[in-house]
């Protein structure tokens, strides 16, 4: 085999790595995961109203022990998360797709129309940066329609939503399919002609209705790109998600027009197109279709279809990246692809990189946590064969006895790392009171990534396990499961006046009402009087201080 390196190779090495990078930051932009960890709550003082640092009302009522504080926090909103995260992810996106072939081309063809066209250096580049200043309008303007069209409620809810999620999965599944060659996605030739109609007005109006011709023309690449990274925003639960999206994408696609027309030379120094850019959306395409597997493990989940569990999920990525890492290395070729006759040096590396992961997968196979990918996966508790929850016990299995009989709803919902759990409120609180603990209400999701890498990477610390499994008594309570309640449960909110039709429902509304809160994880430390110990927490990825937390609650329960 004949390894050479040449330019074309840098641009596959910086993209392999900027396509991977996209992909994991896409799947963590995805949930409504938040917490309150950045609140700093101000001392109370005789039992008044006080605010916080930041927006947060706070009651107040001391007791007379002193032991614990009565907590409810009146109005706090909820911080809208992950927009730098969602402007990171769209700027990728972005930089993804100015490498697609139906981008990469018109590169220097509309770049070369400024610098021919005008008169002067100076017209030549206030009219690229109108032309850019045009581009992430247009695609600013898609993200705000999203929000508008959805609602802000809408877009909130969406994560959690058993239905939508569903509809996500084959949404990506078509764009991967798009990309991997099936067929081309392409918005109706009228709309193109009539904006590339437009764009021979000149002017400023010519120059807008151009950026319109680029939107429309390169959709069959730019749409799977555009359609994944909208989902990602919507689902964020962040209000201007889209639009943030859609500005990082529009931005990072404008920014070589305004260089390139600043500095006509650098053309020069662009690869040539070629099949490497084809090779650009076989990769994405493997990509997308490994982040539709999350989304599809999140409605299984929730509606309990037990088909989807986490070896079935990991079977699905390593055979994915697996393949992927083959086709890099030229192994496998589909039917539009150019001949691959050697392999360069950065395109091994990527190889290298992608089928490593694949290797790293497969001890997950046998339970091995795999941390750095914990978020992605369906948790531990649905593994089949494990190998790793029973070291966390000394090497023997730990086995969860039920003196009263099984836990309710403990035929639906899977223990966590093998720990004594309860999934109904009443229950917990009855059983922590018979043997004098601590209630620890840990309100999780089952589209949760957060409480996922919660459980994978802090609960497992031997400090916080020995105090979960044997001074706390665990309540998790799921705010997105689609269980039915029996007829004689449902009930009408008085909190928000909705129906409350299933579990999730149920402890949602409890958790918003008790708690004014909406976050997942979010854990909350209770006495027996069902006052808050301490403050309540969110995700907190730091062991120490995460054992900090549960023994200032323990300490305030003993008191």
Not at 111 to 119: I, L, Y
Not at 290 to 312: G, I, P, T
Not at 465 to 477: G, R, W
Request: aromatic content about 14%.
């Amino acid at each position: 085999m004949t390894i050479k390196f040449d330019q074309t190779s840098v641009k596959m090495l910086v993209l392999g790595f900027l396509l991977l990078f996209c992909s994991v930051t896409a799947a963590f932009s995805q949930e409504t995961d938040s917490t309150i960890d950045d609140l700093e709550f101000t001392e109370i003082k005789d039992g008044t109203v006080v605010k916080d640092s930041i927006t947060a009302t706070i009651v107040a009522v001391p007791q007379k022990d002193g032991a614990a504080v009565d907590v409810k926090l009146v109005s706090p909103e909820k911080e809208e998360q992950g927009l730098t995260g969602i402007f990171i992810a769209g700027f990728i996106g972005g930089l993804a797709a100015l490498l697609m072939p139906c981008i990469f081309p018109m590169l220097p063809l509309t770049v070369s129309f400024f610098t021919k066209g005008s008169q002067t250096k100076a017209k030549a580049v206030s009219r690229a940066l109108f032309y850019g200043l045009s581009i992430i309008v247009i695609y600013v303007v898609l993200g705000l329609l999203v929000t508008v069209i959805f609602g802000a409620d809408a877009l909130n809810s969406l994560s959690t939503n058993g239905i939508f999620n569903f509809l996500f999965f084959i949404l990506l599944l078509i764009f991967a399919v798009s990309f991997l060659g099936a067929f081309e996605i392409t918005l109706p030739s009228s709309w193109v002609n009539k904006m590339d109609a437009n764009s021979d007005k000149g002017g400023l109006a010519g120059l807008f209705f151009m950026a319109g011709t680029l939107a429309l023309v390169s959709f069959s690449c730019t749409g799977p790109i555009i359609g994944t990274l909208l989902v990602q925003a919507a689902t964020s639960g962040a209000l201007l998600g889209p639009a943030i999206g859609m500005f990082g994408f529009s931005f990072a696609l404008a920014i070589p027009f305004a260089l390139f027309a600043l500095f006509p030379s650098w053309l020069s120094a662009l690869p040539k197109s070629g099949g490497w850019l084809n090779s650009v959306k076989v990769v994405l395409g493997f990509l997308e279709l490994a982040l539709a597997m999350k989304f599809l493990s999140n409605v299984d989940l929730a509606y309990h279809w037990n088909w989807f569990d986490r070896e079935v999920f990991l079977v699905l990525w390593i055979v994915i990246f697996g393949l992927m890492g083959l086709y890099l290395l030229g192994k496998l070729k589909f039917s539009h692809d150019s001949p691959v006759n050697f392999i360069s040096v950065p395109r091994l590396m990527i190889s290298v990189v992608v089928l490593s992961f694949t290797v790293y997968m497969i001890p997950g196979l046998w339970g091995a946590p795999l941390k750095s990918i914990s978020a992605f996966l369906p948790p531990q508790a649905t593994q089949d064969f494990d190998l790793y929850t029973p070291t966390l016990t000394g090497g023997t299995a730990a086995v969860v006895k039920h003196e009263e009989g099984p836990h309710k709803y403990a035929d639906i919902f899977h223990a966590p790392l093998n720990l004594n759990v309860f999934f109904d409120y009443e229950e917990g609180m009855a059983y922590a009171k018979k043997v004098n603990k601590p209630v620890m209400i840990d309100f999780t999701g089952h589209a949760c990534v957060n409480c996922r890498k919660m459980e994978a990477n802090v609960w497992p610390d031997k400090g916080v396990y020995s105090k979960l499994s044997n001074d706390f008594v665990i309540i998790q309570l799921y705010v997105d499961d689609k269980t039915e309640l029996a007829a004689n449960e449902k009930f009408t909110s008085t909190f928000s006046g909705k129906a409350v039709n299933t579990i999730g429902n149920k402890w949602s509304d409890f958790q918003a009402a008790k708690f004014n809160s909406n976050s997942q994880p979010y854990y909350v430390l209770l006495g027996h009087d069902e006052k808050l110990l301490v403050q309540p927490t969110g995700a907190n990825y730091n062991a120490e201080e995460y054992l900090k937390f549960l023994n200032s609650g323990l300490s305030n329960f003993n008191k």
